[in-house]
C-alpha cells in the first residue's frame, strides 16, 4: 500500500513527465518551423520518453493500491530562440526534474517507503542519463557556434535518434 503522501507526489510527477512532454512537443514544433527536421526529432524521441516516464509512475501507483489523479498541465511556450537556446532550456528543464526526482526519493527515505525508492532509482539513473546527452549536444553546439554548416551536422545527428522503451 502506498501512503497518501507518496501518493500526492507521485501524481504530481505525473504532471511533470506530462508537462516535459509538452515542452518538447512545444520545442519539437518550432524546431519544424526553423528547417531542423533532426532537432525535431530529438525533441519528438523526448515526447515519447516523458509519456513512458508518466506511464511508469501511473503503473507505480496502481500496482500499490493508490488513486490516479490527474491535474492541469500548464501551457509550455511556444516561440524560442536560436538552436541553442533550446537545448540551454531542454538543460534546464532536465535539472528541474532531477530536483523533483531527487524530492521525491527523500520523501520515500523519510515515509520508511523501500518499494518506492527501488522504483525511484531508475528514474536517477535515467536523470543521469538525460543531463550527459543534453550537455553533450550544448557542447557541440557551442563549439559550431552559428556557423551553418556545424548547425547542418548536429541537425543530421539528432535525426538518428530513435525512442527505446525503458525495460
Not at 500496482?63 to 492541469?72: A, D, S, T, V
Amino acid at each position: 500500500m502506498i501512503s497518501k503522501k507518496m501518493e500526492d507526489a507521485f501524481n504530481k510527477q505525473i504532471n511533470e513527465e506530462l508537462y516535459s512532454a509538452y515542452l518538447y512537443q512545444s520545442l519539437s514544433a518550432f524546431a519544424t518551423r526553423i528547417g531542423l527536421e533532426g532537432f525535431a526529432n530529438w525533441f519528438q524521441i523526448q515526447v515519447q520518453e516523458e509519456i513512458s516516464h508518466s506511464q511508469k509512475f501511473y503503473s507505480f501507483i496502481s500496482e500499490r493500491g493508490g488513486k490516479i489523479k490527474f491535474l492541469q498541465i500548464n501551457e509550455p511556450p511556444a516561440e524560442f530562440g536560436s538552436p541553442l537556446e533550446l537545448f540551454e532550456l531542454t538543460l534546464e528543464h532536465e535539472q528541474h526534474i532531477t530536483k523533483c526526482i531527487n524530492n521525491l526519493m527523500n520523501l520515500a527515505v523519510d515515509e520508511k517507503d523501500h518499494a518506492s525508492q527501488i522504483f525511484l532509482q531508475w528514474y536517477i539513473t535515467e536523470q543521469v542519463e538525460e543531463e550527459n546527452n543534453v550537455k553533450t549536444i550544448l557542447d557541440k553546439l557551442k563549439l559550431v557556434g552559428k556557423e551553418g554548416h556545424g548547425l547542418f551536422m548536429i541537425d543530421k545527428d539528432l535525426s538518428t535518434r530513435v525512442f527505446t522503451p525503458p525495460a
